[in-house]
């Protein structure tokens, strides 16, 4: 079946520093969508991709379609305390298959 | 404007048994989509129902199925219990099947079998 492989699985940064996460699959994706869960709650989405070589902000999370429909990144700019957590990448495939297939996180701690 | 509603927040079972879980869509949402995530792991997709009918299946045994009402809302159920069903499940609506359609996560039912 269809995997997406996220990298890297665990990071510690300091406050302050840029963080960066990737997702590769070998299928293509329509949508590609970013997620970060707290424990014990839901997962929230972050940023929504949706053509090919889209790159979009929020605040200072910034990620991007990559041009071959088969990867993309977050980047998280000056991170923060509350910035720990799990992230999550997820791609939905095209016609009947509406569901997302997540990666398998990246968890996010950041020294104070 | 609500988000994705689930319930029970956590629920405990014992083995072969059977457990119902719930879900309500934001409003206005047709779609409902079932994930499983066991602990420490990513998110399986389960179930995915739209306009009250069953759209896509994941790869899991027939004991997991459920069901989609006329006011959007879902139930999960899980029969004949196994140990290994414990895990988070989690619910995510988004407004239709189309191509783009976001989905968006409800808080979760964790589902502990003994």
Redesign the interface.
């Known amino acids: 079946g269809q995997q997406l492989n996220q990298s890297p699985q665990s990071m510690f940064i300091q406050e302050g520093e840029d963080v960066s996460m990737n997702c590769t699959s070998s299928s293509i994706f329509n949508t590609w969508l970013w997620y970060k869960q707290d424990p014990g709650e839901g997962p929230v989405l972050l940023i929504a991709l949706y053509k090919a070589g889209e790159l979009t902000s929020n605040g200072r999370l910034t990620a991007q379609f990559g041009i071959t429909r088969k990867d993309s990144f977050l980047n998280i700019s000056a991170s923060i305390p509350s910035d720990v957590g799990i992230y999550f990448c997820a791609g939905r495939l095209g016609g009947s298959q509406g569901n997302l297939i997540f990666g398998k996180g990246t968890k996010l701690s950041v020294k104070p | 404007e609500a988000g994705?509603t689930q319930s029970p927040t956590h629920l405990i079972k014992t083995r072969g048994q059977q457990a119902t879980l719930r879900c309500s869509p934001i409003s206005g949402h047709t779609?409902v989509?079932w994930?499983q995530q066991a602990l420490g792991?990513?998110?399986?997709?389960l179930l995915?129902y739209?306009e009250g009918e069953e759209?896509?299946r994941?790869?899991f045994p027939p004991r997991f199925s459920g069901r989609q009402f006329p006011n959007y809302s879902s139930e999960l159920n899980v029969n004949a219990l196994e140990l290994e069903d414990s895990a988070l499940y989690?619910c995510?609506s988004?407004l239709g099947?189309r191509?783009?359609?976001?989905?968006?996560?409800?808080?979760?039912t964790?589902l502990l079998v003994l």
């Open positions: 994705v779609s989509y994930y792991l990513g998110l399986q997709f995915w739209d759209r896509n994941g790869n989690l995510a988004s099947a191509e783009g359609e976001t989905q968006y996560f409800g808080p979760g964790r």
